[in-house]
Structure formats: structure tokens, C-alpha cells
């Protein structure tokens, strides 16, 4: 049974540092993209951050360039987004979902291509 499990949200202050990890099961995590998608009170789901099958495709939202980093441990399974200087706005439910149609070299910034959601891991920046 396919699973993505995703831990490490929580409440921090804007400036902060969080690492938001997607562990799969059922399945290998480097045959497919991965994509880490939020959404905040009020509003739609969007996609934050995607990793191609390999680590050579990631690309990020505008919002979150040059703060947000994602990368995958193989040996682990699992995929990272790595959150620094976060901002209010950055508050949310952060999900990770697989990208089935993905192959090497492309990483789709687009929730159509994604299935297999998380349960997702809250994530809270306020003073």
C-alpha cells in the first residue's frame, strides 16, 4: 500500500527555521517526483516545491525562492523541505504528493499531475 507520511510542522517565529520531511512506504520514493503543496485558511491548495526523479529537476513557487530548499534521501525514503526565514504568510497545512508522470529532467509545478496526498503537517509562523 502506497503511503507518504509528512512530520515536522509546528509553531515557529517569523525568521524561523523549519525541515518538513515526506517518508513513503509501500514504494520507492526515487522512481517518482514529489511535489510539497500547502494550503492556508481560506485559501486554494498550491504547490510550493517539486523534485524531478532525479535531484537534477526541483523548482519552487516565487514566494519561497531562495528560502525553501527541497532534496531526497534515497537510502531513507524520503523527501526534505527545508524552510527558512519563514514569513507569516507562509502559514498552512503543508502536504507532499507523488508525481507519477514524472521522468528525468522534469519536475511539475502543477497539482494535475499529482496523486498518492499525505495526510499533511501543519505548519504555524506567528509571534
Known amino acids: 500500500q502506497w503511503q507518504l507520511v509528512e512530520s515536522g510542522g509546528g509553531l515557529v517565529q517569523p525568521g524561523g527555521t523549519l525541515r518538513l520531511s515526506c517518508a513513503a512506504s509501500?514504494?520507492?520514493?526515487?522512481?517518482?517526483?514529489i511535489g510539497w503543496f500547502r494550503q492556508a485558511p481560506g485559501r486554494e491548495r498550491e504547490v510550493v516545491s517539486c523534485?524531478?526523479?532525479?535531484?537534477?529537476?526541483?523548482d519552487y513557487v516565487d514566494s519561497v525562492k531562495g528560502r525553501f530548499t527541497i532534496s531526497r534521501d534515497n537510502a531513507k525514503n524520503t523527501v526534505y523541505l527545508q524552510m527558512n526565514s519563514l514569513k507569516s504568510e507562509d502559514t498552512g497545512a503543508y502536504y507532499c504528493?507523488?508525481?507519477?508522470?514524472?521522468?528525468?529532467?522534469?519536475?511539475?509545478?502543477?497539482?494535475?499531475?499529482?496523486?498518492?496526498w499525505g495526510q499533511g503537517t501543519q505548519v504555524t509562523v506567528s509571534s
Open positions: 509501500g514504494f520507492f520514493l526515487k522512481n517518482y517526483g
Open positions: 523534485i524531478g526523479v532525479t535531484d537534477g529537476a526541483k
Open positions: 504528493a507523488v508525481d507519477h508522470t514524472a521522468v528525468q529532467g522534469v519536475c511539475h509545478m502543477a497539482e494535475v499531475y499529482y496523486g498518492d
